[in-house]
C-alpha cells in the first residue's frame, strides 16, 4: 500500500513572508552601519487599474521591509522618448538600486527598447536582453533572475523539493514566466520540456512531469487526469472563474488529490513575485555598498 501524502499545500503567503523577514533583518543591519537603505524605482505609465494595484503593493511591500522606493507615475500619451530620457536618468543615479518599468506598456511604447535602456546591474525585475541571455547560458550568471520564476524556485527550495535529476514540464512559454523559469530549472539540473499551444498530446506530456509548472493564462486547464501521481505542482496562473473568484490555471480542487505538493490562488506563487522584486532590490544594493 503506497504511504504517498497527498495535496501539501505549498504557502506562498508564509514562504514570502520569511524571505521578507530576512530582507528586513538585513536591510536593519546595513542603516545600523551607517549605510543607505536600498532604493527602487517603479515606472509606471498610464491608468490600468491592476497595474495601479501591483505598483501600490510594492510601494507598501517597499516600505515595510525599509526599502526606498519612488514611483514614477506618467500619463498615458507619454512619448516614448520621454520615457526612455526618464528610464536612463535613473539608470545613472548611484543612489538607485533598482528600476522596474511596469508592464505591459500602451501600445505606442515598444517594450523591447525601453527594457534595454535600463542599466542591467539595476534591471531588478531580471528582463534586460544581457541578464536573460546570461541565464540562458551555462557558466555564466545574471546579475538578477525574473521575479515570479525565482519565487517558484524558491518555493520548491524551501518545501525541500528535489529538482536535480526530476523531469520538469512548463506548460507556457512567455518572456515573464515559461522561458525563464525553464532555464532556471535547467540550470539546476532538471530535464526541461516547454509546451505551449501547438504542442500535440499536452495531457500526456504534462502526465510525464515530476514537477509541472502552469503558466499559460486559462482557467482550470490542468485536470486531475494530466497529473502523474505525486507530482509537485506550482501553479502561475491568475484567472477568474465561472463565480468570479480567483482561481489558477490548474483545477486545485481536482489536483491536490494526486499532487504531492501544490500552490494555491490565490496565496501561492503571487505574494512570491514581490518578495523576489524586493529581494533582488536588497543585492543590487549589497553589491554596491557592501564592497
Known amino acids: 500500500m503506497s504511504t504517498q501524502e497527498f495535496g501539501k499545500i505549498i504557502d506562498g503567503k508564509e514562504i514570502s513572508s520569511q524571505v521578507k523577514q530576512s530582507i528586513q533583518d538585513e536591510i536593519k543591519m546595513m542603516k545600523e552601519k551607517g549605510l543607505r537603505a536600498p532604493c527602487l524605482v517603479v515606472i509606471l505609465v498610464g491608468e490600468r ?3 495601479q494595484t501591483y505598483v501600490r503593493n510594492k510601494k507598501k511591500t517597499a516600505s515595510d521591509l525599509g526599502i526606498n522606493s519612488i514611483d514614477v507615475l506618467l500619463p498615458e500619451q507619454t512619448t516614448q522618448q520621454e520615457l526612455i530620457d526618464i528610464v536612463q536618468s535613473y539608470s545613472k ?3 538607485v538600486d533598482g528600476i522596474l518599468v511596469q508592464l505591459p506598456l500602451p501600445s505606442h511604447i515598444n517594450e523591447e527598447i525601453i527594457l534595454t535602456q535600463i542599466d542591467e546591474s539595476k534591471d531588478v525585475d531580471g528582463f534586460h536582453p544581457v541578464n536573460i541571455g546570461k ?4 557558466g555564466r ?4 533572475e525574473p521575479c515570479t520564476p525565482k519565487g517558484c524556485i524558491e518555493m520548491l527550495d524551501r518545501s525541500g523539493i528535489e529538482i536535480a535529476g526530476k523531469n520538469a514540464v512548463i506548460l507556457g512559454r512567455s518572456n515573464i514566466v515559461g522561458l525563464p523559469v525553464s532555464m532556471l530549472l535547467l540550470n539546476r ?3 526541461v520540456t516547454v509546451c505551449h499551444s501547438k504542442t500535440p498530446n499536452l495531457k500526456e506530456k504534462c502526465r510525464e512531469a515530476d514537477i509541472l509548472v502552469v503558466a499559460i493564462g486559462k482557467a482550470k486547464l490542468v485536470k486531475k487526469d ?3 501521481e505525486g507530482a509537485v505542482v506550482i501553479d502561475v496562473g491568475m484567472n477568474t472563474d465561472e463565480n468570479n473568484k480567483l482561481c489558477g490555471d490548474v483545477d486545485f480542487n481536482e489536483v491536490k488529490e494526486v499532487a504531492s505538493y501544490i500552490t494555491p490562488v490565490p496565496g501561492g506563487v503571487g505574494p512570491m513575485t514581490i518578495a523576489m522584486l524586493m529581494k533582488n532590490t536588497l543585492e543590487s544594493a549589497k553589491k554596491k555598498l557592501l564592497k
Open 189 to 191: 539540473d532538471a530535464t
Open 93 to 95: 543615479k548611484d543612489d
Open 141 to 144: 550568471k545574471a546579475d538578477f
Open 49 to 51: 487599474k491592476d497595474s
Open 226 to 228: 494530466w497529473v502523474k
Open 135 to 138: 541565464l540562458a547560458m551555462r
